[in-house]
């Protein structure tokens, strides 16, 4: 692929990012999160077809099953059997929200952190909004006050870190990627049973009603 | 062959419990698989001395800080499972959990033992990465063990907080690949290619790779500020498994830490890991102490202690040389003695069925022995002679007073705050009337006998080391 589609998909996959800290309903997260992941199959897909390495095409379609596809019915499940509606907003109110989300970004991109954006120098506008979305991410999770949000935003936080060490060159043998995405799976899995249990012990997927463990 | 068949009894032992209706069957195959994943576990702490390493396959590698902490977790596991046996079926017997209940914990507590074992021996970066997560995977449901409101709650946090921990430690582990020619990424990255490649590595991107992987993996270590997660874990976690955490897991990811800190002291020297160590390792010390007074949950205090423990293993590494092998010895003896502690604590809530310090008073009348117990882990914690933590809190504050005067007298400070919260919240329970409600059981021998092996192994290390031993802790305190 040319650099200019790669910045067109990784630029879909920051918007995706930023759509996750302004959405309103528990549907629309999830899409936004399957977004990105299709971003991130085609990104490996894209690995493949350079490098020729058949394991890696076992990558893309774990990444594509795990990330996409039971993504989409796990969390899509869970919305629908509880009935879930969207609750809670974030900590930090819109305007201040989208300051942070700027100054993510204008740091992400700035001399400070040169060194990690010019690993390789003809992919620094990649690496620099790899690492936008990486903490853009993080913001997502501290800043949003839904279990579900936090979720997908850890699952984000690790699409950013794969798009960063795709554009670095710094992807890992197929066996330990399969390994992070069997992790992932889990994790996944995890995710989604705890959320139901929030649900079931709270009335409620807001985090900040959880304080109850100061004894 | 020896981590094989670590890893495959426990794996068997864990496909028992899944199948096995009786209940004798699970635990004994349990209990089965710890006795043989520590009879491996000197076999290859041996041969590691004997020989400096221990291989096998592609993706296993244990050196002396793999083989030190096999051994600990070897020795701590198969006291936690001994413990676990009574200590669930007197919560069967009170109807507080059920047969499912007993089933999913045994199948979860095999998976954790055989991360952490995975953890410490594996070869790569990436793959000691992978058996971390796995152990937030299998501990976050025996956190909300009980499935109440506040255990869910202490999981999720435990969950996110650890995810992001080690999403941000992953992300770190990626920096350093950096070093490594890019026609050479796409292969197998040993801990040890990863040392010799070194030299090409950035020193801007050694600093931020190692922020990101004291940051990350700290959060699994519980150091502050990122410790929130630790209390409350440990504190809903049935007791056998906040055992193995506080003891076991947070050396775990402590390794990780310390095989980085290796690696950039390669490429920049040992300032700029060792001055980041001191400073994490005081402010957990300085965060436990703040906090230490206004503990209402004897569980919770545990916790915090382990935080202020795991700072100064921290100091002691960040300050090198001696200090360095106080820290090995502080490591050890405190996986002991946190463990030995939380498992007469559990006895302890057995007896008074709340882990709250004010409900609970006169252990050492009603219920003497685990009184006892609880009592020297105390002692012994805190650093009082002769238990071996007396002389590394002592070696490891000697070395800083001669380069950082200031902050060891103030450490040492904080310490003897520590020792005093400590002792208010456990004398506050060791003494006194017991309560009139609290009907006085006899002691169950086999809920005495795993904290008692533990500090009488702690007592004796104190005064003989295998030579085995002598030479594994002497090779880390001299690697790291």
Same mark, same amino acid.
Request: glycine fraction near 6%; charged fraction near 10%.
């Given at each position: 692929m040319?650099?200019?589609?790669?910045q067109v998909?990784?630029?879909?996959m920051?918007?995706?990012i930023?759509s996750?800290?302004?959405?309103?309903t528990n549907?629309?997260t999830?899409?936004a999160?399957?977004?990105?992941?299709v971003?991130?199959?085609?990104?490996?897909?894209?690995?493949f077809f350079?490098?020729?390495?058949?394991?890696?095409?076992i990558?893309?379609l774990?990444?594509?099953?795990?990330?996409?596809i039971l993504?989409t019915v796990f969390?899509?499940?869970?919305?629908?059997r509880?009935s879930?509606n969207?609750?809670?907003?974030n900590y930090?109110s819109?305007?201040?929200t989208?300051?942070?989300?700027?100054?993510i970004?204008l740091l992400a991109h700035?001399?400070?952190?040169?060194?990690?954006?010019?690993?390789?120098p003809?992919?620094?506008?990649?690496l620099a909004?790899s690492?936008?979305a990486?903490?853009?991410?993080?913001?997502?999770?501290?800043?949003?006050?839904d279990a579900?949000?936090?979720?997908?935003?850890?699952?984000?936080?690790?699409?950013?870190?794969?798009a960063?060490?795709?554009?670095a060159?710094l992807?890992?043998?197929?066996?330990l990627?399969i390994g992070i995405i069997?992790d992932?799976?889990?994790w996944?899995?995890?995710?989604?049973v705890?959320i139901?249990?929030i649900y079931q012990?709270?009335g409620s997927?807001?985090?900040?009603?959880?304080k109850?463990?100061?004894? | 062959?020896?981590?094989l068949i670590?890893l495959?009894?426990?794996?068997?032992a864990?496909?028992? %419990?899944?199948?096995?209706?009786?209940?004798r069957?699970i635990?004994?195959?349990?209990?089965?698989?710890?006795?043989?994943a520590?009879?491996?576990?000197?076999?290859?702490?041996?041969?590691v001395?004997?020989?400096?390493?221990?291989?096998?396959?592609?993706?296993? /590698?244990?050196? $002396?800080?793999?083989?030190?902490?096999l051994?600990?977790?070897a020795c701590? /596991?198969?006291?936690?499972?001994?413990?676990?046996?009574?200590?669930l079926?007197?919560?069967?017997a009170k109807?507080i959990?059920?047969y499912k209940?007993?089933?999913?914990?045994?199948?979860?507590?095999?998976?954790?033992?055989m991360?952490?074992?995975?953890?410490? $021996?594996?070869?790569?970066?990436?793959?000691?990465?992978i058996?971390i997560?796995?152990?937030t995977l299998a501990?976050?449901?025996?956190?909300?063990f009980y499935n109440k409101?506040?255990?869910?709650e202490a999981?999720w946090?435990?969950?996110?907080i650890?995810?992001?921990g080690l999403?941000?430690?992953?992300?770190g %582990?990626l920096l350093?690949?950096t070093?490594?020619?890019?026609?050479?990424? /796409?292969g197998?990255?040993s801990?040890?290619?990863?040392?010799?490649?070194a030299t090409?590595l950035? !020193?801007?991107?050694?600093?931020?790779a190692?922020i990101f992987?004291l940051v990350?993996?700290?959060?699994?270590v519980?150091l502050?500020?990122?410790?929130?997660?630790?209390?409350?874990?440990?504190?809903?976690?049935p007791?056998?498994i $906040?055992?193995?955490?506080?003891?076991?897991?947070?050396n775990?990811?402590?390794?990780?830490?310390l095989r980085?800190?290796?690696?950039t002291?390669?490429?920049i020297?040992?300032?700029? %890991?060792?001055?980041?160590f001191?400073l994490?390792?005081?402010?957990s010390?300085?965060?436990?102490a703040?906090i230490i007074f206004?503990?209402?949950?004897?569980?919770?205090?545990?916790?915090?202690?382990?935080?202020?423990?795991?700072?100064?293993?921290?100091?002691g590494?960040?300050?090198?040389?001696l200090?360095?092998?106080?820290?090995v010895?502080?490591?050890?003896y405190h996986?002991?003695?946190?463990?030995?502690?939380f498992l007469?604590s559990g %006895?302890?809530?057995?007896?008074?069925? /709340?882990?709250?310090?004010?409900?609970v008073?006169g252990?050492l009348?009603?219920i !003497?022995i685990?009184?006892?117990?609880?009592?020297a882990g105390?002692?012994?914690?805190?650093?009082?002679?002769?238990?071996g933590i007396?002389?590394?809190k002592l070696?490891i504050?000697?070395?800083?007073?001669?380069?950082?005067p200031v902050s060891t007298?103030?450490?040492?400070l904080?310490m003897?705050v520590?020792f005093?919260g400590?002792?208010?919240?456990t $004398?506050?329970?060791?003494f006194?009337?017991?309560?009139?409600?609290?009907?006085?059981t006899k002691e169950?021998?086999?809920l005495?006998? !795993?904290?008692?092996?533990?500090l009488?192994i702690?007592?004796y290390l104190g005064?003989?080391?295998?030579p085995f031993?002598?030479i594994?802790?002497?090779n880390?305190?001299?690697?790291y």
């Amino acid at each position: 692929m040319s650099i200019f589609v790669l910045q067109v998909l990784l630029g879909i996959m920051f918007l995706t990012i930023i759509s996750l800290h302004l959405i309103e309903t528990n549907f629309g997260t999830v899409i936004a999160y399957v977004i990105q992941s299709v971003i991130i199959t085609l990104l490996l897909l894209n690995s493949f077809f350079e490098t020729n390495n058949f394991s890696l095409l076992i990558v893309v379609l774990l990444t594509l099953i795990v990330k996409v596809i039971l993504a989409t019915v796990f969390f899509t499940g869970l919305i629908k059997r509880l009935s879930l509606n969207f609750s809670v907003s974030n900590y930090l109110s819109m305007p201040l929200t989208l300051i942070v989300i700027a100054v993510i970004t204008l740091l992400a991109h700035s001399n400070y952190l040169s060194a990690l954006t010019n690993i390789i120098p003809a992919q620094h506008s990649l690496l620099a909004l790899s690492l936008a979305a990486i903490f853009m991410a993080m913001f997502l999770i501290v800043n949003r006050k839904d279990a579900l949000f936090q979720a997908i935003g850890v699952l984000s936080l690790e699409n950013g870190i794969v798009a960063f060490a795709i554009f670095a060159g710094l992807e890992q043998s197929p066996v330990l990627q399969i390994g992070i995405i069997f992790d992932i799976l889990i994790w996944l899995v995890i995710a989604t049973v705890f959320i139901r249990m929030i649900y079931q012990h709270f009335g409620s997927l807001d985090t900040s009603l959880m304080k109850h463990l100061k004894d | 062959m020896a981590i094989l068949i670590i890893l495959v009894a426990l794996a068997g032992a864990a496909l028992i %419990t899944v199948l096995a209706t009786d209940r004798r069957l699970i635990e004994g195959a349990t209990l089965l698989a710890a006795v043989m994943a520590l009879v491996e576990a000197v076999i290859v702490s041996q041969t590691v001395a004997a020989l400096g390493s221990y291989d096998a396959l592609t993706f296993f /590698s244990v050196d $002396s800080l793999g083989a030190l902490l096999l051994l600990i977790i070897a020795c701590i /596991s198969l006291a936690t499972v001994a413990y676990s046996i009574p200590y669930l079926r007197t919560e069967t017997a009170k109807n507080i959990i059920s047969y499912k209940q007993v089933q999913h914990y045994y199948l979860l507590l095999n998976l954790f033992m055989m991360a952490m074992f995975l953890a410490v $021996s594996s070869s790569s970066p990436i793959f000691t990465w992978i058996s971390i997560e796995a152990t937030t995977l299998a501990t976050a449901f025996l956190i909300s063990f009980y499935n109440k409101p506040t255990a869910t709650e202490a999981a999720w946090k435990y969950l996110i907080i650890n995810s992001i921990g080690l999403l941000l430690g992953f992300f770190g %582990t990626l920096l350093y690949f950096t070093s490594i020619e890019a026609n050479l990424t /796409s292969g197998f990255i040993s801990w040890q290619g990863l040392a010799i490649a070194a030299t090409h590595l950035d !020193p801007v991107i050694a600093r931020i790779a190692f922020i990101f992987v004291l940051v990350g993996y700290g959060t699994k270590v519980g150091l502050a500020p990122m410790h929130t997660w630790l209390p409350d874990a440990h504190s809903k976690a049935p007791v056998p498994i $906040s055992a193995l955490l506080s003891g076991v897991l947070l050396n775990v990811a402590l390794m990780a830490v310390l095989r980085f800190k290796l690696i950039t002291d390669l490429v920049i020297g040992p300032d700029f %890991t060792g001055h980041l160590f001191l400073l994490f390792g005081g402010v957990s010390i300085l965060f436990a102490a703040l906090i230490i007074f206004t503990q209402k949950n004897y569980k919770r205090l545990l916790a915090y202690s382990s935080v202020e423990n795991m700072g100064i293993i921290l100091l002691g590494f960040g300050l090198g040389g001696l200090g360095a092998l106080a820290a090995v010895f502080h490591m050890m003896y405190h996986a002991f003695i946190k463990s030995a502690l939380f498992l007469a604590s559990g %006895t302890i809530f057995l007896n008074y069925s /709340s882990t709250k310090i004010a409900n609970v008073k006169g252990v050492l009348t009603a219920i !003497p022995i685990t009184g006892g117990l609880f009592l020297a882990g105390f002692f012994a914690i805190t650093g009082a002679p002769p238990v071996g933590i007396f002389l590394t809190k002592l070696s490891i504050l000697a070395i800083g007073i001669k380069t950082y005067p200031v902050s060891t007298v103030l450490v040492l400070l904080l310490m003897a705050v520590l020792f005093i919260g400590f002792l208010k919240h456990t $004398s506050a329970m060791m003494f006194g009337e017991k309560p009139t409600q609290l009907v006085a059981t006899k002691e169950s021998v086999w809920l005495i006998l !795993p904290p008692l092996a533990l500090l009488v192994i702690v007592l004796y290390l104190g005064f003989w080391l295998p030579p085995f031993l002598q030479i594994l802790i002497n090779n880390v305190a001299v690697q790291y």
